[in-house]
């Protein structure tokens, strides 16, 4: 497997994609935390992160099946998986390889914005003056949705060999499953199962933690639906056998 995520990772450096999407990311951050009125930290004049920790999952929702796309579509179009699936490896190793590859990448996105929480917590009134609670809560949130999202792309990734359709497959699964049972629950003829249907998503789940407390049952969630998610790529794989 580690070979596997050390290959899947080279790949990713040597591509253009994996530096326009980490650059798309922290540009896009830094412009609505930093410059943009509406949502500048430097405009309103509350020390915390909040706009960083609302924006991202909508950032996410685009640049990750953009890096994901092509970890099982580009090797069926350049018929290379048959030689994949040949080598000692088990499906789940190689499934996990890619994924943690293509996690790895977002971490590495991640990790320059830890520079947006040292500048809001000396910009504070006194220096320090910052929830870090919710902080680290919102960064383990963003974690976990990003190990979803992934996951969603991997999975997306195996079911065609044409990278656009996995993108916008891994697209639309990551909406749904992060806004969409919010709309769904908001339905009126739903509403006395609106608080269930609510926790259904992502975006409930990431709320909680975001709020600095870490609750075992969020944690469980998110690890349920990746383990969903990569049982279903090795579904897919599988499906070769039959």
């Not at 405009?43 to 920790?53: N, V």
């Not at 497959?169 to 749904?176: H, N, T």
């Not at 629950?185 to 006395?192: G, H, K, R, V, W």
Request: charged fraction near 10%.
């Amino acid at each position: 497997m580690l070979a596997i995520l050390k290959k899947e990772f080279n790949g990713f450096l040597n591509s253009l994609i994996a530096y326009m999407v980490i650059t798309v990311f922290l540009v896009a951050t830094g412009m609505f935390m930093w410059v943009f009125p509406e949502s500048s930290v430097l405009t309103y004049g509350f020390a915390d992160m909040q706009t960083l920790f609302s924006m991202a999952p909508w950032l996410f929702l685009f640049l990750i099946p953009a890096i994901t796309m092509r970890t099982f579509a580009e090797e069926k179009r350049e018929g290379t998986i048959e030689l994949l699936l040949t080598k000692p490896i088990t499906d789940l190793q190689l499934i996990l390889g890619k994924y943690f590859a293509a996690l790895l990448l977002v971490l590495f996105a991640l990790l320059p914005t830890l520079l947006y929480y040292y500048t809001v917590y000396e910009l504070g009134n006194p220096a320090g003056n910052v929830d870090s609670a919710a902080v680290v809560g919102s960064y383990l949130g963003l974690v976990f949705l990003a190990g979803v999202f992934c996951a969603i792309g991997v999975f997306a990734s195996s079911i065609s060999s044409n990278q656009i359709i996995s993108f916008i497959v891994a697209l639309f699964l990551c909406y749904i499953i992060y806004t969409g049972f919010d709309l769904l629950a908001s339905i009126p003829a739903l509403a006395s199962y609106s608080y269930f249907i609510s926790q259904l998503g992502i975006s409930y789940h990431y709320d909680a933690i975001s709020k600095g407390l870490i609750d075992s049952r969020d944690v469980l969630y998110f690890l349920t639906v990746i383990a969903i998610m990569i049982l279903s790529t090795k579904l897919v794989l599988s499906s070769r056998k039959w």
